[in-house]
């Protein structure tokens, strides 16, 4: 079956360190999202990527990097510049410019000590 | 893209037609109207969508009012499954710096 997988489920990392949450799509969709949502929020965007090489900053990308030299693969790291790193993580997929919806992951629930 | 407006919370009692409002009254006219649920610690599921014509699949209805500045989805018949945040944004093809609001918490009453 087609869809989105993060991985892990859960990550738990020391203040301090750089960490990389895994997105895998394989609906070969073009537009790939990153978003946080803390606990009773509503998603906040991260950075998203239209192609392959290319990504934008969404409205929350200070200590976040992200990098798309595939189609399939949207990897997010977490660095240590991020100030409150704690948060559920959810990636998404759409294909773009055909006004259909976006598929979303399972998420990754981060903690950091 | 638009801006939407949801109120953050919602009841309906079991069995009952749930109606969720959303507003996004600067819609332009190439942007679609989405809607999302999200249960507690899962990725959000979408629902439908609609462009200004009502649309109805196996989950919902959407209704688009004729000057598109707001819609209503509705659960026919509330299930205690339905209890989720349901999100409500607008899109168009090619722009696709994709914003959410915070939504709205429904909860279905036994």
């Known amino acids: 079956d087609g869809g989105i997988t993060q991985s892990p489920k859960y990550l738990f990392r020391k203040e301090g360190q750089n960490v990389t949450l895994s997105c895998e799509q394989n609906?070969?969709?073009?537009?790939m999202y990153w978003y946080r949502q803390d606990p009773g929020q509503g998603l906040r965007l991260i950075y998203y990527?239209?192609?392959?090489?290319?990504?934008q900053k969404g409205d929350i990308a200070e200590g976040y990097s992200v990098s798309r030299e595939k189609k399939e693969s949207f990897p997010l790291t977490v660095t240590s510049a991020q100030k409150n790193p704690t948060a559920f993580y959810l990636c998404?997929?759409?294909?773009?410019?055909?006004?259909?919806?976006?598929?979303f992951g399972n998420g990754t629930r981060l903690t950091v000590t | 893209d638009a801006k939407t407006t949801q109120p953050p919370s919602m009841d309906c009692a079991e069995g009952r037609a749930a109606n969720l409002p959303c507003n996004h009254s600067?819609?332009?006219?190439?942007?679609?109207v989405y809607w999302y649920r999200q249960i507690h610690s899962q990725g959000p599921q979408y629902i439908i969508h609609?462009?200004?014509n009502n649309e109805t699949n196996e989950m919902a209805s959407l209704i688009i009012t004729e000057d598109r500045k707001s819609s209503t989805l509705i659960l026919p018949h509330a299930t205690l499954r339905d209890t989720a945040v349901y999100y409500c944004?607008?899109?168009?093809?090619?722009?696709?710096?994709?914003?959410f609001g915070t939504g709205t918490r429904l909860t279905i009453i036994p």
């Open positions: 998404a997929s759409t294909q773009q410019g055909a006004g259909g919806p976006l598929h």
């Open positions: 600067t819609i332009s006219g190439n942007e679609y």
């Open positions: 609609g462009l200004k």
């Open positions: 990527s239209q192609i392959v090489n290319d990504f």
């Open positions: 609906l070969n969709h073009d537009a």
């Open positions: 944004i607008v899109r168009a093809g090619g722009n696709e710096k994709l914003t």
